[in-house]
């Protein structure tokens, strides 16, 4: 699987962006998708995950009600809706893809097979 993340930019404190990570290959829709993010000077840290139907997902504390995970199978698109942007969301963002034989979600960088290349967001206060 070959991710390609978008939609990053830059923003003002209290806007609003989504992100999109299209996928190649035919098995989407039996793949985990995370989003995690690394701020300058910080380790890579879990955002959102979500599992193959879209019925289950998870959010990291700081992100907790204002960001949104979804996911079109028949896109090959995992998107994330961030709103509510504040200046400490600003990071390069990377979609991640596990092949899972169940559906499941995992806030685990570690347990990704595929990463995007990240896209950059800032947001000015």
């Known amino acids: 699987v070959q991710l390609q993340a978008s939609g990053g930019g830059l923003v003002q404190a209290g806007g609003s962006l989504r992100l999109s990570c299209a996928a190649s290959g035919r098995t989407f829709s039996r793949y985990i998708m995370g989003w995690f993010r690394q701020a300058p000077g910080k380790e890579r840290e879990f955002i959102a995950t979500?599992?193959?139907?879209?019925?289950?997902?998870d959010y990291a504390n700081a992100v907790q009600g204002r960001f949104t995970i979804s996911r079109d199978n028949a896109k090959n698109t995992a998107y994330l809706q961030m709103n509510s942007l504040k200046p400490e969301d600003t990071a390069v963002y990377y979609c991640?893809?596990?092949?899972?034989?169940?559906?499941?979600?995992?806030?685990?960088?570690?347990?990704?097979?595929?990463w995007g290349q990240g896209t950059l967001v800032t947001v000015s206060s």
């Open positions: 979500i599992s193959w139907s879209g019925r289950s997902t």
């Open positions: 991640a893809a596990r092949g899972s034989i169940r559906e499941s979600i995992s806030p685990f960088a570690r347990e990704y097979d595929y």
